[in-house]
């Protein structure tokens, strides 16, 4: 398996500026035990210009598997509807990855809008040990275009979506906590 050289740092915890150690569910140790998971950061320009992490967590397979079982079947296949009709798969794998390491946080992933031009965004990679699989470049998401998938998921998907960020994800700042409330949250 190849790895990128160096993890960027956009990858560490805001907060602590070190590589996430553990799962934000089921604690998990990730920095060496070979389990992959995610890490999902969500960034919002503020008016002044300044930019705020609303949260960041990091989330073993295992228990993202789980939280995939509890979306309701409507959801998940809106998901996959979704991720199908943009192609996410096929996008992945045209990314430039070798040639620029850092290329992946100039845009969109998916619209390929650049990042000077996005308000909100989320940054997703899939690691394992600390670092990112080479071919499996880090992605940012242009909030804004995922709005049209938020409106199509059931009501209960959505519930879920909110029970999960009330209880695992509430910033104690309290302006970010309102700034958070008022973003569409899905979860990849
Ligand atoms: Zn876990």
Request: with cysteine.
């Amino acid at each position: 398996m190849d790895f990128f050289f160096n993890t960027p740092p956009e990858l560490n915890s805001d907060e602590t500026n070190e590589p996430f150690q553990h799962c934000l569910i089921c604690n998990e140790d990730l920095l060496h035990s070979g389990v992959p998971y995610s890490v999902e950061k969500a960034k919002k320009v503020l008016e002044s210009g300044d930019e705020v992490t609303l949260y960041e967590m990091a989330i073993c397979m295992p228990c993202a598997e789980q939280m995939n079982k509890r979306v309701s079947a409507h959801s998940r296949q809106v998901m996959e509807d979704f991720f199908e009709e943009i192609g996410l798969m096929e996008l992945r794998r045209n990314m430039p990855s070798s040639d620029d390491p850092d290329a992946w946080k100039t845009r969109c992933m998916l619209s390929g809008k650049a990042k000077s031009d996005i308000q909100e965004y989320n940054i997703v990679a899939q690691m394992v040990n600390g670092r990112t699989m080479f071919g499996m470049p880090p992605m940012i998401i242009d909030l804004s275009i995922m709005e049209p998938l938020h409106e199509k998921l059931s009501p209960e998907t959505k519930e879920e979506f909110d029970n999960f960020r009330d209880e695992f994800l509430a910033p104690s700042d309290p302006e970010l906590r309102a700034l958070l409330a008022d973003s569409s949250f899905v979860f990849f």
